[in-house]
Each structure stands twice: as C-alpha cells, then as structure tokens.
C-alpha cells in the first residue's frame, strides 16, 4: 500500500489564549530539516531505497507510516515571531529502509547482493577464499605461508536470524520538535526524537561452533590437542539487529541580504548507532555519531539559460563523525571500523527555468571526498501540466583509486586453532583469536567506497511520467 503516499485526517483547535493546536493523525510522511538527499533530521519516516538509490527524490522514496502528530502554534512573543511546540508519534509496525534486490539498478551499497550472499551461506553452506592461513608453531607466520580456501557447511557462518522488532509501544518512536522565527527572520529548530535505526546491525553470534578442519567442538587443534588455553572468538556468522536510537539536534536558516543567498544549516548527535567492527569480539560496535549540514542557495541571472529569471545555484557540504573510533594496522591490513572516522560528501545544484518555469533544466554534481568517488547527474523537468511531470536525465559516476576502499574482509577472523590470527613477541610466540586484517573490496569496502563509489559501474539514462493526484 505504499503507492498511498498520504491519507491522513487533520483538524484545527482554536485556544482561549489566541493560539491554536493542530492534530493530524494518519498514514502521512513527516519532515524534520532543511537540507536536500542527506538524512540528518529527516529520520522519522524509513527510506525506500530500492526504487533508484539517493538518485530519486526523499519526497517520493520516503515510506509512509501511521502517525499522529500534534502542534501547539502559540503565536509570537516579545522576542519571537513565531513559537510551535511539536510532538511525532509514529505507532506504525516498525519497517526499515527499503535496501533492495541484488541486481536491482543502484542498489544502495550493493546490500542487497551481501545479504542475499550472507544468507545462502547459513542455509546451505559455501566456500571462504584465503579463511585457513596455517603456519605450524616455530614456522613463519601466516602472512608468510599459505592460505586455504575452506568449505563450511549449513549453519556455520553467514547470517543466522533478523531480529525484526514487533509491534509494542516499546518499540515505537516519538519525537519533539521546538520551532521559531525571531523578530530578526532568524528559523530555526530544536528536535529530540527516540527511534529505531532504520539500518540492519549485524552482530557475530555467540555460539560454540564445530570446528570444520577437526569436527571437534571449540577451539582444538589437530597438532597441538587441546586448545592449550587459546580462547576462542565468536564466528564470522551473524543476527541482524534494529537498535534503538537517541537523537538530539537542531536546525537553522536566514537570508543573507549582502550575499543575495539563503544559508541553511543542520545537526544532530545520536548515541545507539552500530558499525562494522573487526576489532571486536562480535564485530561490531556502539557508538556516537555527530552529522551536519551547511547549505547556500542563492539565485542567479545566467543570460545563456534564461535572461529574464533567475537560475538557483545550491551547493551542500555534509560532514560525519564517528566518536571513539577504532582503527589499527595488523600484517594484512586495517582491522576495525571500515566507515571514515571522518567523512565529507559535497554536492552542487544549478536549477535553470524556461519556457514559463514549465521547463527545468537540472544539474547536480557530488562529490565524497574520503572515498573519492563523484557523480554527474543532468536531467531535464518538462511540467505538461499541473499535474503531470516528465523527467528525462542521466548519472554517471567514477572514482579515483579504488584501492583506498580495502579493508579487512574477515576471512581471518576465525576462532579455530591453529588458523587463527599468528602472534610472535619477545622470545613467545602463539596463536590468538581476533583478524589478521586480509583486506579486499569484499564486504565491508561498501562502507569506505560509500553509496556514490559502491555503485560506480552503473550509470544510467531514464525517464519518468510522473501524475500527481
């Protein structure tokens, strides 16, 4: 029923103080911030990205949820034009973002090939490339000797279980917005909002496993007996998880009369956000997350696109931090947290109009500066009429150096000795549980490269009739 973009009820209360409050309740999409593709306020409603990825518009890609939303208007004050006090309650069944098919155009990240791939292991089994590198005690380490593809059966590695949230008012999400105009036009807004993470978490399962060179259980070794007090790791086999989320933030915009350019700025700090992360146990960690931001848009005469209006020029700059980040060199590679502890993604808009505005030539270019990968998108809005658009355009993408997306693939967090991780030190030498950092684009280069480099090979022409009713 996702085709219902809306159908909600709404009325209006006058109060006795001259204010007034607003109730809509209904299947309906509610937008927090004033920024365009990047989602840092804009959180309450998931995110079908199987349609065309970050390549269509939030408005129409947005899933619709059952939520009733509240607004207390009070009108102005001494130092305010505007005050309104906003309470979000999404009640709905708990969906996440829509990631897609694998081999669906643009899938965001290729997730959906990874989950596919990820599952089919746990059901049926499969080869791991390079996953038992075996150096016997007093021979060289493992980066030194050879790596073995290893066949695993049913049940071993892969994802196990989505822990799916049910329907309870524990698992449901509220928000609290605070917007005002000051007397000298400033916008802005305060926003809270408790949340489940629209994204899967996967963490490692705790399990005894067998080991598959041995067929014994834990951590023996078919050279040394017992594991000799080696402890063990968890396996490369995972459930998917949906945490609960806090977010804290605030948003702004003005008018800069001397610069002839609105600027719009956002930010929000959420704490309950989980990543990759090879150098834990379960290969995976909590942590903070600050994101923001800037925008300018200023209107501006173009002569060759039209001399008569103004063309919009609009650029963007996003920044991600991820707080306690951990990253290390092991003999293979990075191990830890494959995200960018910090990451910049720009964007550039140019938005001419002709032929009565019912014509809009379009041009955005992208830029994400970590993983240097950018994208080109040209396209051209014919309105027929009212209330039907034609869209035609194109994106094409590229980067710069691939190889600056390996990472620790895991291949080499196994728990089974004497595969596991090869340690020597002063005089001792021994096998540890934890990676010893083989790298690849293979599968978690998808974070490093990000939604833009992730997609690289494929560009695409289109065209959309688009009716609005």
């Avoid at 997730?111 to 996953?131: I, P």
């Avoid at 790791?233 to 003005?254: C, E, H, K, Q, W």
Wanted: aromatic fraction near 12%; proline fraction near 6%; hydrophobic fraction near 40%.
């Amino acid at each position: 029923a996702d085709f219902i973009r809306e159908l909600y009820a709404k009325k209006t209360f006058d109060l006795a103080d001259g204010g007034n409050f607003f109730l809509k309740l209904g299947r309906q999409q509610v937008v927090w911030g004033r920024t365009d593709l990047f989602r840092v306020l804009d959180v309450i409603n998931p995110v079908d990205y199987s349609r065309n990825n970050i390549y269509d518009e939030l408005q129409d890609i947005r899933i619709p949820m059952w939520i009733a939303q509240g607004e207390w208007r009070m009108g102005g004050s001494g130092s305010m034009q505007e005050r309104n006090l906003q309470v979000v309650w999404n009640f709905d069944k708990f969906r996440p973002n829509n990631l897609g098919q694998c081999g669906s155009p643009n899938v965001i990240l290729d997730a959906g090939c990874f989950f596919r791939g990820m599952a089919n292991l746990w059901d049926n089994g499969g080869t791991v490339a390079n996953f038992a590198g075996f150096s016997a005690p007093g021979t060289p380490a493992p980066v030194d000797g050879v790596w073995f593809a290893t066949n695993f059966g049913p049940n071993q590695i892969g994802i196990r279980k989505v822990h799916l949230p049910e329907w309870s008012l524990a698992n449901s999400q509220l928000g609290v917005k605070f917007e005002g105009v000051t007397q000298g036009g400033l916008n802005f807004s305060v926003n809270a909002l408790t949340y489940r993470s629209q994204l899967p978490s996967l963490r490692s399962i705790n399990q005894v496993a067998v080991n598959p060179f041995t067929g014994a259980h834990g951590n023996s070794s078919p050279f040394s007996g017992p594991a000799q007090g080696i402890p063990t790791t968890n396996l490369i086999a995972f459930d998917v998880y949906f945490p609960r989320v806090n977010l804290i933030g605030g948003s702004m915009d003005f008018q800069s009369e001397t610069l002839g350019a609105a600027f719009r700025l956002e930010g929000a700090l959420t704490e309950g956000e989980e990543f990759a992360n090879t150098a834990r146990p379960r290969l995976y960690s909590e942590n903070k997350v600050f994101r923001s931001v800037i925008g300018v848009d200023r209107p501006t005469f173009i002569p060759f696109i039209n001399p008569n209006r103004t063309t919009l020029i609009s650029a963007q700059l996003f920044y991600q931090h991820i707080f306690d980040h951990e990253l290390k060199s092991m003999p293979g590679g990075k191990v830890g947290m494959p995200d960018w502890e910090n990451n910049y993604i720009g964007t550039l808009l140019i938005k001419g109009f002709v032929m009565n505005d019912r014509v809009s030539p379009t041009l955005i270019l992208a830029r994400d500066f970590k993983a240097h990968a950018w994208a080109i998108a040209p396209s051209v809005e014919w309105s027929l009429t009212d209330d039907l658009k034609l869209t035609f355009g194109a994106n094409v993408k590229n980067r710069d150096n691939q190889s600056r997306w390996e990472f620790d693939d895991c291949r080499s967090c196994n728990p089974y000795a004497p595969y596991t991780m090869y340690t020597s030190g002063a005089g001792t030498q021994g096998f540890a549980p934890g990676s010893f950092g083989l790298s690849g684009i293979e599968p978690l280069g998808r974070f490093r490269a990000g939604p833009i480099g992730a997609a690289w090979k494929e560009n695409e022409l289109y065209v959309t009739l688009k009716y609005k009713f």
